[in-house]
């Protein structure tokens, strides 16, 4: 199966690989692209699922194969296990549901922020969502089934109930729990990283 990525934003380009090869047990999907962050994406992506990729340059863009359901001749590269888990020790902090200063661009940037989180399975512990960010658990169509599926990958989620109650959403909360600052300021101390967007 090929599917021809070119002029395909990320993470679209790996999201459209994991469709493919979730329909398949055993197989090849050849995925074109025109940019090396792609190739690098849809590279991690296969090794962190059990799958073995090939990258090959050719005139303005690349074909990245990769190998899913049997092992592949590879001297260099090894299959590993799918990973399953999320990564300990990271508190994911989001007090804002855009990125940067144009609000259109800013939710498509942290839309694909998180879908590129999800697939590449780089998740955080525990998720903070405070101020407009509270909108991704509550009200926000696109961002709740993200949300869902982080907490179905085992994603701890909070979402700040003094925002919740600011803009009159207590009643409104669909995906994980009510925290609070405590969850922030304890978490300095708990986890290894903490990562703050907005």
Not at 6 to 35: H, Y
Not at 57 to 65: A, C, L, N, Q, S
Not at 82 to 91: F, T, W
Not at 168 to 179: D, M, P, S
Request: glycine share 10%.
């Amino acid at each position: 199966m090929i599917i021809d990525a070119r002029g395909v934003a990320c993470p679209k380009p790996v999201l459209m690989a994991e469709e493919a090869l979730n329909g398949m047990q055993e197989g090849i999907v050849e995925i074109w692209v025109d940019n090396e962050a792609s190739v690098g994406n849809l590279s991690r992506f296969a090794t962190k699922n059990g799958m073995t990729p090939e990258n090959y340059p050719e005139t303005g863009y690349w074909r990245v194969k990769i190998a899913k359901g049997y092992p592949c001749e590879i001297p260099h590269a090894t299959v590993s296990a799918p990973h399953q888990e999320p990564k300990k020790g990271l508190l994911l902090i989001v007090g804002t549901d855009t990125i940067g200063k144009d609000e259109a661009l800013g939710r498509i940037l942290m839309k694909g922020t998180f879908e590129t989180m999800k697939v590449t399975k780089e998740l955080p512990h525990t998720l903070f969502l405070l101020n407009t960010a509270v909108k991704f658990t509550t009200t926000d169509e696109e961002m709740i089934p993200l949300m869902q599926q982080f907490a179905d990958m085992g994603v701890e989620i909070f979402t700040c109930g003094t925002c919740l109650k600011h803009f009159g959403l207590e009643q409104q909360l669909k995906v994980g729990y009510r925290g609070t600052t405590n969850h922030i300021v304890e978490g300095f101390k708990e986890f290894g990283t903490t990562v703050w967007i907005g």
